[in-house]
């Protein structure tokens, strides 16, 4: 593929920034934020809800901004306004501890934050425009904005009180919005597609198991999201290995990022899917039965790459061919809610309740469960993963 062209640098830079900071600020609470609960003396349960709490706004925030976004073409001004209001939100961590207080905050926060990604997903596309298979270039600066959040607060908190964490986040979440500000294009409103077209979409077959591949592949990453922390430090790691260890997955996702255009051509997007999906269920597996064994975990840790890098690739493509003009960004808070949302909310919400009554490991051997039976529904004919590579366009 030829380089950038140098006009385009300046959009390539302000669209990196923006992911780097917005991932930035999920490194901080996904591997701290239950650590942090934990500390405040909540129990598992209470972390499993309060942590469900930050993906249920995700089913209904993206797609009522981006109906907004589809009928008013001011998709720039939807993720300006809304990570405007997420950081005001989030000061609110600065000062209140108790359940409830925290359920307010966490909702007002997160509805704001999940709603911008979608809309930012189609606006980076739209920039990109027949360059779009560099997506993954731009993409990865977000999970090197992962990496380096996950791995510097790993240390950080090793020397001070996890108790500071609300303000390290507080800043990022002021770095998204500042981000967001930059000059970017957006695509100029178009003639309004109905609903009914829409709707004719979702009740494809394929488009059906597509969705529900990806709300099981988040229902499995549920105990991960929400207590592998917790379970390492139950074992013995110190915070800085725990830190590693969830910055060890995001790296192999970046270096999966730097290469997935060469995948996606020579691969169809169905065959990507299932070996990811057999890789997650292998790595729910180590997880849940050589949580001391470093070596192991950390090996199984590199198939992040698989069962978050190569499935958000694929399901971005797949969106982008099949929901292609104006039905685009309803297509997105659609793979948005349903995936991470309602996914990881159900995930999150059902982890907490078993890990009242079962061992963090057990967690681990459900989520290999779950993914197993999204391989399986992928590996049945008439599925979304069409045989096709994803075309160059």
Known sequence: MRPFEESKVSTYLSLSSFYFFFFALLGGFAPYLPLYLDDLGFSHYDIGVLMSVLLITKVLAPNLWSWIGDHSGKRLFLVRAGSFLSFLFFCGMLFVESFWALIFVIAGFSFFWNAILPQYEVVTLFNLGKDRRRYSLIRVWGSIGFIITVYCLGFVFNVFSIRILPWVLCAITLMIWLTSLSRVKERQKTTHEPLAGLFNLIKQPGVI???????????????????????LENIGYSKSLIGSMWALGVLAEVILFLFMAPLLHRFSLRQLIIVSLFLTTLRWLITALYGENTMLLFTSQLAHAASFGVMHVVAIHYINEHFDGEHEG?????????????????????????????????LFFYAAGISLVAMIIALLPNTATKQQQCPSR
């Open 209 to 231: 198991a597509f969705f529900v591949i990806n709300f099981l592949l988040q229902v499995s990453h549920g105990p991960y999201y929400t207590f592998f922390s917790l379970y």
């Open 330 to 362: 309803q297509g997105q808070a659609l793979y948005s809610s349903l995936s991470f949302g309602l996914g990881g909310a159900a995930g999150a919400y059902f982890s907490g309740y078993l890990a009242e009554m079962v061992a963090l490991s057990t």
